[in-house]
């Protein structure tokens, strides 16, 4: 099976159906809507262009697009030529994007207009395809594919289960970004699995990033459901809600912090979100009062919270609508059918239910493995169980409970930061002695970093500076947004930081124990 | 994926509720009530006893029995233990049965009490387990396991998805009886799609036999989410009634032949069947006027409409119940998602929408093949498709109706009867020139078997003798229910016998032109 499945049965079923609503860089004119029938067909040309281009089966090309029906084009396209997608993190620094097109070996890299003109900063560029609205800039290749691109459906060979459909780069639950492969059975299995908790045809906002496996399931589900997709091209609340009142959209994933800014946005009541059916949020922990607040404020539509990783296509638990009036509310829910998931001591012994343990997962949607990495592959999927490196409980019901990440990572805004990497930036500043950087919760981010620095002796260095050091050097979200100066950091026996110290000490919002 | 994840899943998160209802030979006292944690724990002993006696990862084992308990725990124990299940239809004359232990090289066989005293009339029989309700027969062994037998769960290992879960003996779509190899991957494929259509935690009546695929995936659907198995042994119409009504069934699976004999029963009305949520028909083509007869005495039960084969694990198509009260009723509904189901000419080329052609199928559910048929398995599932033998035609909706059977089957009471081997049998009388064999409508059984037959000069031949010579000889439902005699068979230029002008004259169940 593969996820070609999906848009197969679209046109069968659903030919005259609207697939995606294309917006065409014009405030003024309607987007256009496309039918199943249309779409497919624009599939095949755009993957025979690609062909055209030289690239072959197997080659990577990486994506550096805001949500558009172009990229919804292109995840299908390039499956159908055999092209291993690599969606690249619209929030990444050029160094991210340098690395990943060496780490990859991208034979190409397609831009929108958003990054075109980031694409001269890049150490490293392949050849870059334009997908943008306006004229395609010099030196670059234009995304144009014409009727003579047309082609038959036998021009392309079935691709086998076990190809890639992408690499997908995380931080992942060991130490520095790297690509999770995902192949055509990982995929095709979480959207079986995704489509046992929905199956209805409705219409799907595109409000998360594409890049990210939080929204691409719908890509697939909605798609072999034929229903139809509609893009928000970077994440606004005000123009969120206005697509959702335009398209009367039904369904869309969102992350928590995007929800606290759409529920508290002074804009909210100015449209009509009542056709909103149903409402997946995750990523990242959700809390309470914010859930609470988001529940009472749109009344008519069903919230479930997914719990899941990119190394597993993502999905893992989910916590259905009945349950968010129960005490579960805390809970990621319950493993999705399909997905078997366990809590287990350092030996991978089952725990017993209540105790706390390491989460390990089984499926036919775990990763393939890690792009070349075959050390950190077989650590982390050893005897057959993907080790998430997030600890947690099930309770007597069957629930799973998040307590903490084992590995030492942080997720503002849903981005997986490890903090190795936020902490070697830090300690490279001249006035820095030591550090040790931890998560904090944040009402807007979910959880946000916080360095917390012993100075060099003598040495000046203000809050302000040094976040603006780092911003100058790292990827925005990376950054800490908040600095406590201590004397000298906690230390245990073998002089290891002992941060779970400083999160006693430090872990809350207001700083009030900070110097 | 395996179909033990059925297993696990419902003992993790189902572990207190009812798994099955377990009669035990007393109709005076009520059926054992055991849970999932208990059912588990006797599946996994059951495994070990039957590794205990000898039968090895990948022998072959019959089963002949009525439906029950040990039934559903076999399907389990023998999946966990790597032993290859063999369900033998229950309505087999001993010949067939020897057929296939041979052509299965059974290690064993596992008789209830129903069909412990047939064992005597076999040719063949390996060792005999018997897992009835009274004593043990002499020269059997016991189907008895105990608390030592009770074995840790890594004592088996996790079987690979391509392994076999049982041979399905049938006479598919090209001549002759032959065993479907049905895989984990098969059935999970299948289990999945079903869930798809309904994912309810149930209480399901095993109501069609358990050898028979129609039943065979509520064994996997009903465990995975935890809902609860009881059994009608054998099938009759008020016993049906009464096991609906005492275990309020919510879920059931009857042939057209079994509804007609439950709603046209006297004792209709003298049950509660308001439980009934849901039911599937299917397996052969249900007369409209029986259907529209069920719905209105059944008016809160939602009536659903597979299509299949054992070759298919066994789902194609679905006709939902919505599309019940519209023009498609007369159709088998559309595609189950997972599936992919095409209508093409001898060239496997699509035939436009609307017009006829065979129906192909292609998916994760289709079987790995026939069992030492290596010729017949290339040529059924040629190109990779599953050529099922079927004729139909899509509508503009997506619906497909099934319009004949391209290759000579007759499916009286849901079984497929392959016309070649009746017409073998009455070829075999003295008294018999010639002989062939078409179905006939038949308000009981669906359709039924005819022979039309032309004497040898001279000789004598009634309607009863033949039909109760062939009773003799062959399994019974194979036989025909009655004959037409004519002078000769009319022929085509090749001397073929024309069989269309055969059902033309004498397909009316009437036989208002018989001889």
């Known amino acids: 099976m593969n996820v070609l499945y999906c848009l ?32 497919y067909d624009r599939v095949y040309r755009a993957a025979a262009y690609l062909r055209d281009l030289g690239i072959r089966k197997g080659d990577r090309v990486a994506v550096w697009m805001l949500n558009s029906h172009e990229y919804l084009e292109l995840y299908y396209a390039t499956a159908l030529a055999g092209i291993v997608i690599v969606p690249l993190n619209t929030r990444w620094h050029e160094s991210d994007v340098d690395f990943t ?136 609340p005000e123009e969120c809600m206005r697509l959702i009142e335009r398209y009367r959209v039904t369904d869309t994933v969102l992350v928590p912090t995007m929800l606290n800014m759409v529920i508290h946005s002074p804009s909210f009541g100015k449209y009509d979100l009542s056709s909103l059916i149903a409402f997946l949020y995750g990523a990242s922990p959700m809390p309470t009062p914010l859930i609470n607040a988001a529940m009472s404020k749109l009344p008519t539509t069903q919230f479930r919270q997914g719990y899941g990783m990119t190394e597993a296509s993502p999905l893992l638990t989910l916590l259905e609508f009945e349950d968010h009036s129960s005490d579960a509310v805390t809970s990621a829910g319950k493993p999705v059918f399909g997905t078997e998931v366990r809590v287990v001591d350092d030996f991978d012994r089952d725990v017993p239910v209540g105790q706390s343990g390491e989460i390990i997962a089984r499926g036919a949607n775990i990763m393939k493995g890690y792009w070349k990495r075959p050390e950190i592959t077989a650590e982390v999927l050893r005897g057959g169980w993907l080790h998430t490196g997030d600890m947690g409980r099930f309770d007597q019901n069957g629930f799973l409970y998040i307590l903490d990440r084992k590995k030492d990572m942080i997720k503002p805004g849903g981005e997986n930061v490890y903090t190795p990497e936020v902490e070697s930036m830090v300690a490279a500043h001249p006035a820095v002695l030591e550090v040790a950087v931890i998560g904090v919760a944040d009402e807007k981010w979910g959880e946000a970093i916080r360095a917390v620095v012993a100075r060099r002796p003598g040495a000046e260095l203000s809050e302000t500076e040094l976040i603006v050091w780092c911003r100058e050097r790292m990827t925005h979200f990376k950054c800490p947004s908040s600095v406590v100066f201590v004397d000298t950091l906690p230390k245990g026996g073998t002089g290891k930081i002992q941060k779970a110290v400083l999160r006693d000490q430090y872990g809350q919002p207001d700083r009030s124990t900070s110097a």
Chains 1, 2 share one sequence.
């Not at 609207?18 to 039918?35: D, F, K, M, V």
């Not at 192949?183 to 046992?196: A, D, F, G, Q, V």
């Open 8 to 39: 197969r049965r679209a046109k069968q079923f659903h030919g005259s159906s609207i697939a995606s609503y294309r917006e065409h860089g014009s405030t003024t004119q309607p987007a256009q809507a496309l039918t199943w029938n249309e779409f």
């Open 101 to 236: 097109l060496k780490d990859s070996d991208a034979a190409a890299l397609i831009v929108d207009d958003r990054f075109a003109p980031s694409v001269a900063n890049l150490a490293l560029a392949p050849r870059v395809i334009y997908a943008g609205q306006g004229a395609c800039p010099g030196g670059m290749i234009p995304y144009s594919y014409s009727e003579s691109h047309q082609v038959n459906q036998d021009t392309f060979e079935e691709p086998d289960e076990q190809d890639l459909v992408g690499l997908f780069y995380t931080s992942g639950t060991t130490g520095g970004p790297k690509g999770v492969m995902l192949t055509h059975r990982n995929l095709w299995s979480n959207l079986l699995y995704s489509m046992l908790v929905n199956l209805r045809k409705g219409v799907w906002l595109h409000s998360a990033p594409m890049f990210h496996l939080a929204d691409l399931t719908s890509i697939y589900t909605i798609t072999a459901s034929g229903g139809t997709h509609c893009f928000l091209p970077t994440f606004d």
